[in-house]
């Protein structure tokens, strides 16, 4: 699977990082493997590292799943703020995208080309 994270307790953050082709199936796996984790508390932030994505295999359908899982979640994910940070430009639009369909699901979804400003926006330390 090419996502992986870690849950940063002290800071209440998410730190994941996507690398390789990525497909639908795989965000939704992530985001299910994310709420079942014991370390896992709404309102945590998450950073979302996707610079290495050689290539998406991502469907129009498979976005509206995220926002419908997304919707199914809106409880979990109260004060949730989520940086993505993606260079590629098809990566960039399709995060963009699913940050405006998700709008009204999740607290905060802002897409960045700078990892540095990622950081500054959700207000944590850079990883250690």
């Not at 940063?8 to 390789?20: A, F, S």
């Not at 945590?44 to 994505?53: C, I, Y």
Request: charged letters at 30%; proline letters at 2%.
């Amino acid at each position: 699977m090419p996502i992986s994270y870690r849950i940063d307790l002290r800071q209440n953050v998410i730190w994941t990082t996507v690398t390789g082709i990525l497909t639908d199936c795989e965000i939704l796996e992530h985001k299910q493997k994310i709420l079942k984790d014991p370390d896992f508390r709404p309102g945590m932030r998450e950073l979302s590292d996707v610079r290495k994505v050689e290539r998406l295999d991502i469907t129009s359908e498979g976005v509206q799943r995220f926002v419908a899982q997304d919707a199914d979640d809106t409880l979990l994910h109260r004060n949730h703020r989520i940086a993505i940070v993606a260079q590629e430009d098809v990566v960039f639009g399709m995060a963009r995208m699913y940050a405006m369909m998700t709008e009204n699901n999740l607290g905060d979804v802002m897409v960045f080309r700078d990892m540095k400003d990622a950081i500054a926006w959700l207000g944590i330390e850079e990883q250690e």
